[in-house]
């Protein structure tokens, strides 16, 4: 079955940065885009950016523009999100998917505080 496993979360201050990652399994990953999303507290969950199965193209949502970076390893089924610049309304919990599915992981969390 398909499967997310995301990682990378963690506390930083504004300003900071992280890496979050994603490992898919249960599906064909090369062929399929893959998105991040996140959810903050009391906040209906939120698209943050998508990368096409090539990895040519990436879609972010504009208040994360210039600051967090999508790529993706094919042959490592992982897709990474470099997080800069971060700002306290960056705070969620962060997932990833594939286009098409209706599975969520478990998710990781960012926090970002003073």
């Known amino acids: 079955q398909v499967q997310y496993v995301e990682s990378g979360g963690g506390s930083v201050q504004p300003g900071g940065s992280l890496r979050l990652s994603c490992t898919a399994s249960?599906?064909?990953?090369?062929?399929?885009?893959m998105k991040w999303y996140r959810q903050a507290p009391g906040k209906e969950r939120e698209f943050v950016a998508r990368?096409?199965?090539?990895?040519?193209?990436?879609d972010y949502k504009d208040s994360v523009k210039g600051r967090f970076i999508l790529t993706r390893d094919n042959a490592k089924r992982t897709i990474f999100l470099q997080m800069n610049e971060l700002k306290p309304e960056d705070t969620a919990v962060y997932y990833c998917?594939?286009?098409?599915?209706?599975?969520w992981g478990q998710g990781t969390q960012v926090s970002v505080d003073v």
């Open positions: 998917q594939a286009d098409g599915s209706t599975t």
């Open positions: 249960g599906f064909i990953f090369g062929a399929r885009a």
């Open positions: 990368i096409d199965p090539t990895g040519r193209r990436r």
